[in-house]
């Protein structure tokens, strides 16, 4: 089976999906703050009310059992009695916030027909009320979330299964325990995910991670649809439940598809089998089938394995450096020092804020502080990493030069040849973030495993998907399209802010 066309042209374009904009008029402001002013306090507190109350009762349904029987799907009175007083305290949080109705369209499939729920798009922490009309299907949550009042009484209640993201090991246990459960033949009660694994704006759907579909059980699709003209998507817990609470009622539809059968090859391609049921849910809701995701909190798009950044710090650094009052020479200048530093080998490419600012000749540290932030965790870069991705937005070196400089700087043994990891560090610093999948890139540039300057020179520039990141990564500012004042055009052709990315 091959992959669903999604319907849209490759250069249709739409909103940065991670980033929200919410337009409000002066009337509507003025009505939010006098609605605000006497709902919140009294809605938030209702909400608060009912979760302490499923705090002791989440708590109760487990008590008295042994680790053993934990492990155990919760069967007899302890299901029959405890179930139903956690969906109505659950209906009534979301009641008491404003969510009047939930409507229903279509059929919940019942476990035999579909072990897991598919649920898109992911907009913001209230999408949780679709567990009503789901009756409180078992979830993936992150295990740090076990800690938190009332939350990890309700995690526990619902005996979801759970991940350290920090702990691969983790991650490995819980895939293997998710792929039980969804095979178990009814044994655990049915699964609902998020596919997409964060949250964004809704105006597309990002490509949805493989988790869902490792089993290779079928699907069913459920689509969120929010009706009201002001709807509080993807902003911070606060003020989503400020926009939230502050209308007289919020509109809410819950929509189930039919079952989605997967063929043979989805089966055995949990990828294939992931694309083509976003697709499908994309068609319904008449948005876009994006192949971003957000990775490492950073929102990237995903090419041949490579990751490449919505935002590009290269092209931020600019931004920056123009803003400080360096010219076109300046710039260059640094560049220079940054190269010469790195081939010199003496002092090291890694470099601090402080000896960062002093190499570009700023005169606030904190821009320097800034553009680490770009590239790395911590108020330090690799000089490397800025001199490869900025470089070949001035203009001052062509791709054959650049890529020659690199391949030197990376290929650690000698020999000619990089290994799968050099070409991991090599492309890090062309395209600004890390690179964790680089096999596919790897098969397509080496020749009986030598991957040499020249075959890489040839797949970046004439390989059909590769070709890409020099497209719009490594070519001079004019041609990647930056905007006269100051805003960048991402992959997609639309328009973003320039702003740090968040953590």
């Given at each position: 089976m091959e992959r669903?066309?999604?319907?849209?042209?490759?250069?249709?374009?739409?909103?940065?999906?991670?980033?929200?904009?919410?337009?409000?008029?002066?009337?509507?402001?003025?009505?939010?703050?006098?609605?605000?002013?006497?709902?919140?306090?009294?809605?938030?507190?209702?909400?608060?009310?009912?979760?302490?109350?499923?705090?002791?009762?989440?708590?109760?349904?487990?008590?008295?059992?042994s680790e053993e029987e934990r492990s155990k799907p919760v069967e007899g009175w302890r299901r029959w009695f405890y179930h139903p007083i956690i969906w109505l305290l659950s209906r009534a949080v979301f009641f008491s916030l404003g969510f009047y109705w939930i409507k229903v369209k279509g059929r919940r499939a019942n476990l035999k027909e579909a072990p897991v729920l598919v649920v898109a798009p992911h907009s913001s922490f209230l999408d949780m009320l679709v567990f009503c009309p789901a009756q409180l299907a078992t979830v993936v949550s992150r295990s740090e979330n076990t800690s938190l009042p009332v939350i990890g009484a309700l995690l526990e209640f619902n005996q979801s299964v759970l991940v350290s993201r920090k702990d691969p090991e983790s991650r490995k246990k819980a895939v293997a325990q998710l792929n039980e459960r969804l095979t178990s033949d009814g044994y655990w009660p049915q699964m609902l995910m998020?596919?997409?694994?964060?949250?964004?704006?809704?105006?597309?759907?990002?490509?949805?991670?493989?988790?869902?579909?490792?089993?290779?059980?079928?699907?069913?699709?459920?689509?969120?649809?929010?009706?009201?003209?002001?709807?509080?998507?993807?902003?911070?817990?606060?003020?989503?439940?400020?926009?939230?609470?502050?209308?007289?009622?919020?509109?809410?539809?819950?929509?189930?598809?039919?079952?989605?059968?997967?063929?043979?090859?989805?089966?055995?391609?949990?990828?294939?089998?992931?694309?083509?049921?976003?697709?499908?849910?994309?068609?319904?809701?008449?948005?876009?089938?994006?192949?971003?995701?957000?990775?490492?909190?950073?929102?990237?798009?995903?090419?041949?394995?490579?990751?490449?950044?919505?935002?590009?710090?290269?092209?931020?650094?600019?931004?920056?450096?123009?803003?400080?009052?360096?010219?076109?020479?300046?710039?260059?200048?640094?560049?220079?020092?940054?190269?010469?530093?790195?081939?010199?080998?003496?002092?090291?490419?890694?470099?601090?804020?402080?000896?960062?600012?002093?190499?570009?000749?700023?005169s606030h540290q904190q821009t320097a502080v800034h553009i680490c932030g770009l590239y790395s965790k911590d108020d330090s870069v690799d000089l490397r990493h800025i001199y490869f991705s900025v470089a070949p937005l001035t203009g001052c070196v062509d791709l054959k030069t650049l890529l020659h400089s690199a391949f030197t700087l990376f290929n650690r043994e000698g020999g000619g040849s990089l290994s799968e990891r050099e070409l991991s560090d090599l492309m890090e610093a062309l395209v600004g973030i890390p690179q964790h999948r680089i096999a596919e890139l790897y098969a397509a540039a080496s020749d009986e495993n030598r991957l040499t300057e020249e075959s890489l020179l040839r797949v970046l520039t004439a390989h059909p998907t590769f070709q890409k990141v020099t497209k719009e990564y490594l070519?001079?500012?004019?041609?990647?399209?930056?905007l006269s004042n100051g805003r960048s055009v991402n992959n997609n052709g639309s328009v973003y802010n320039n702003s740090k990315k968040s953590e």
């Open positions: 669903i066309d999604d319907g849209y042209s490759a250069t249709q374009e739409y909103p940065h999906p991670f980033i929200h904009k919410m337009k409000l008029t002066r009337a509507q402001r003025i009505r939010g703050i006098i609605l605000g002013s006497i709902l919140f306090p009294i809605r938030v507190t209702l909400a608060v009310l009912f979760f302490l109350i499923m705090w002791p009762i989440a708590r109760l349904r487990l008590a008295g059992l998020f596919p997409e694994g964060t949250t964004t704006n809704g105006s597309a759907l990002i490509k949805f991670k493989p988790g869902a579909f490792l089993a290779g059980v079928p699907v069913q699709p459920v689509l969120l649809h929010y009706p009201n003209k002001l709807v509080s998507n993807t902003m911070g817990v606060t003020e989503a439940l400020w926009h939230t609470v502050s209308q007289p009622y919020t509109n809410v539809t819950v929509e189930f598809l039919p079952v989605y059968n997967p063929s043979e090859e989805e089966k055995k391609d949990p990828n294939l089998y992931a694309d083509n049921v976003q697709k499908l849910m994309a068609r319904a809701l008449g948005v876009p089938a994006t192949d971003h995701v957000m990775e490492g909190g950073v929102p990237v798009s995903k090419v041949g394995g490579l990751s490449l950044p919505l935002e590009s710090p290269a092209r931020e650094t600019l931004t920056l450096l123009h803003k400080n009052g360096l010219g076109a020479h300046e710039v260059q200048t640094a560049l220079d020092r940054m190269i010469d530093r790195c081939r010199s080998g003496a002092q090291g490419a890694k470099v601090s804020a402080e000896e960062l600012a002093s190499m570009l000749g700023l070519r001079p500012e004019e041609a990647a399209g930056t």
